[in-house]
């Protein structure tokens, strides 16, 4: 997954050790062609060139003084998602191959997560000891080794559980099955972190004295979220945006277009199934007759509320399993677009892409329909370990068998 980032500020190598923290800065790498090239260690001294989960301290000790985590934001079989939207950052543990321990990892990373978000839910002095900052870095695309800054986290969020926050999940890799974890922090709302708070840090001070952000003193204090919030300005999604730009993406969305391609409906059933995992609050869903559906190919509720005194909101949703090369026009939101009726919203999924003037009418008329795209599929399937073709195939003839 790759995140959208700004390009300026550039800070270069020479200027690392003494530089603050920018949201979505970028800092260069050096050009000796080594592993010395490296920026984050010589932007947290001692974090260590390599690995995605680098502690300053040890985690054995539980005396970790912050925690640079790295992600390439490309890797399909750990696919770490930032949601900008939401602040809501998705990160894969350091156990990702098979043979040991989920905490076995060289250098604790997931001893690292337990105890952090254990402790995060434990007292102010818990938070305060045991759960370090987090610092987060994502390469920068196309610039060797250099990387940009993309935010303070806190483990957890402000509308998450538990079981949300930290899971450990089974991965299997050539027939061999092991655990690692899945992780959700919050990007909090501090734009700037300090070179100074950094090297109190590193000398063993409080995380909430020196020039801590207030954001963090908040969360340590009390618990309370801020998360940094960055709504999306671009509306009008370009054919690129809407389709895989790696083969195993492309290949995915074939795979679900060719399983399909001989039962007409068939793509309908799958088509909820995805927006269920787009959207988990979606209750009962019920998938109109072919002969009669008049264009609307199924009719759902989501849910509101609280579990005791829940409301409901009708949507209706269609589906199109379209050739990439095929995309979704006026026509067919148009159909959808006048079965709508007051308080419902729509939902169209398709394996392929929409035209600009569709999303153009949507927007500027104010209809209520999400668009899923065929990136949007790709992507959702990854996040719920469905990341190769073989795997995808496999959900696809256990869940929507040929008829």
Same mark, same amino acid.
């Given at each position: 997954?790759?995140?959208?980032?700004?390009?300026?500020?550039?800070?270069?190598?020479?200027?690392?050790?003494?530089?603050?923290?920018?949201?979505?800065?970028?800092?260069?790498?050096?050009?000796?062609?080594?592993?010395?090239?490296?920026?984050?260690?010589?932007?947290?001294?001692?974090?260590?060139?390599?690995?995605?989960?680098?502690?300053?301290?040890?985690?054995?000790?539980?005396?970790?003084?912050?925690?640079?985590?790295?992600?390439?934001?490309?890797?399909?079989?750990?696919?770490?998602?930032?949601?900008?939207?939401?602040?809501?950052?998705?990160?894969?543990?350091?156990?990702?191959?098979?043979?040991?321990?989920?905490?076995?990892?060289?250098?604790?990373?997931?001893?690292?997560?337990?105890?952090?978000?254990?402790?995060?839910?434990?007292?102010?002095?818990?938070?305060?000891?045991?759960?370090?900052?987090?610092?987060?870095?994502?390469?920068?695309?196309?610039?060797?080794?250099?990387?940009?800054?993309?935010?303070?986290?806190?483990?957890?969020?402000?509308?998450?559980?538990?079981?949300?926050?930290?899971?450990?999940?089974?991965?299997?890799?050539?027939?061999?099955?092991?655990?690692?974890?899945?992780?959700?922090?919050?990007?909090?709302?501090?734009?700037?972190?300090?070179?100074?708070?950094?090297?109190?840090?590193?000398?063993?001070?409080?995380?909430?004295?020196?020039?801590?952000?207030?954001?963090?003193?908040?969360?340590?204090?009390?618990?309370?979220?801020?998360?940094?919030?960055?709504?999306?300005?671009?509306?009008?999604?370009?054919?690129?945006?809407?389709?895989?730009?790696?083969?195993?993406?492309?290949?995915?969305? =074939?795979? $679900? +277009?060719?399983?399909?391609?001989?039962?007409?409906?068939?793509?309908?059933?799958?088509? %909820?199934? !995805?927006? @269920?995992?787009?959207?988990?609050?979606?209750?009962?869903?019920?998938?109109?007759?072919?002969?009669?559906?008049?264009?609307?190919?199924?009719?759902?509720?989501?849910?509101?509320?609280?579990?005791?005194?829940?409301?409901?909101?009708?949507?209706?949703?269609?589906?199109?399993?379209?050739?990439?090369?095929?995309?979704?026009?006026?026509?067919?939101?148009?159909?959808?677009?006048?079965?709508?009726?007051?308080?419902?919203?729509?939902?169209?999924?398709?394996?392929?892409?929409?035209?600009?003037?569709?999303? =153009?009418? $949507? +927007?500027?008329?104010?209809?209520?329909?999400?668009?899923?795209?065929?990136?949007?599929? %790709?992507? !959702?399937? @990854?996040?719920?370990?469905?990341?190769?073709?073989?795997?995808?195939?496999?959900?696809?003839?256990?869940?929507?068998?040929?008829?």
């Amino acid at each position: 997954m790759t995140f959208t980032v700004s390009a300026e500020p550039h800070v270069p190598f020479e200027a690392l050790a003494g530089a603050d923290l920018v949201v979505d800065a970028v800092y260069a790498s050096g050009i000796k062609g080594h592993k010395g090239d490296e920026p984050i260690a010589r932007l947290i001294k001692g974090v260590g060139n390599q690995g995605g989960i680098r502690p300053a301290g040890s985690p054995a000790k539980r005396a970790v003084r912050l925690a640079a985590l790295y992600t390439t934001g490309t890797e399909v079989d750990w696919p770490d998602h930032l949601d900008p939207e939401t602040g809501i950052f998705t990160y894969y543990g350091d156990n990702r191959k098979p043979g040991q321990d989920l905490h076995g990892t060289s250098r604790g990373g997931n001893i690292l997560l337990r105890d952090a978000f254990a402790a995060s839910h434990g007292t102010e002095e818990d938070r305060l000891k045991y759960v370090p900052p987090f610092l987060l870095f994502q390469r920068a695309a196309n610039m060797g080794r250099a990387v940009r800054f993309r935010g303070l986290l806190a483990p957890g969020g402000p509308s998450l559980t538990p079981d949300d926050e930290l899971a450990a999940i089974w991965r299997t890799t050539s027939g061999e099955r092991f655990q690692n974890y899945r992780a959700r922090f919050t990007v909090l709302d501090h734009d700037r972190i300090s070179r100074a708070w950094i090297e109190h840090l590193l000398e063993g001070g409080s995380p909430i004295e020196g020039d801590c952000p207030p954001a963090w003193a908040s969360w340590v204090n009390g618990r309370a979220y801020m998360p940094l919030l960055a709504p999306a300005t671009t509306l009008i999604r370009p054919k690129a945006d809407q389709l895989p730009d790696d083969r195993e993406g492309q290949a995915i969305l =074939e795979a $679900i +277009h060719g399983h399909f391609q001989s039962q007409e409906h068939g793509f309908e059933a799958c088509a %909820v199934a !995805i927006w @269920r995992l787009i959207a988990p609050r979606t209750g009962a869903c019920d998938i109109t007759r072919p002969s009669r559906d008049g264009g609307r190919d199924a009719v759902g509720q989501y849910i509101l509320g609280p579990p005791a005194a829940t409301i409901t909101i009708d949507f209706a949703l269609e589906a199109k399993c379209y050739a990439v090369s095929n995309s979704v026009g006026v026509r067919e939101v148009s159909r959808l677009i006048s079965r709508l009726r007051h308080r419902n919203f729509g939902v169209l999924v398709t394996t392929s892409y929409f035209h600009k003037q569709v999303q =153009e009418e $949507i +927007h500027d008329d104010g209809h209520p329909i999400a668009l899923v795209c065929g990136k949007d599929i %790709v992507d !959702i399937l @990854r996040q719920h370990g469905h990341t190769t073709v073989g795997a995808v195939q496999h959900w696809l003839r256990q869940n929507f068998p040929a008829q």
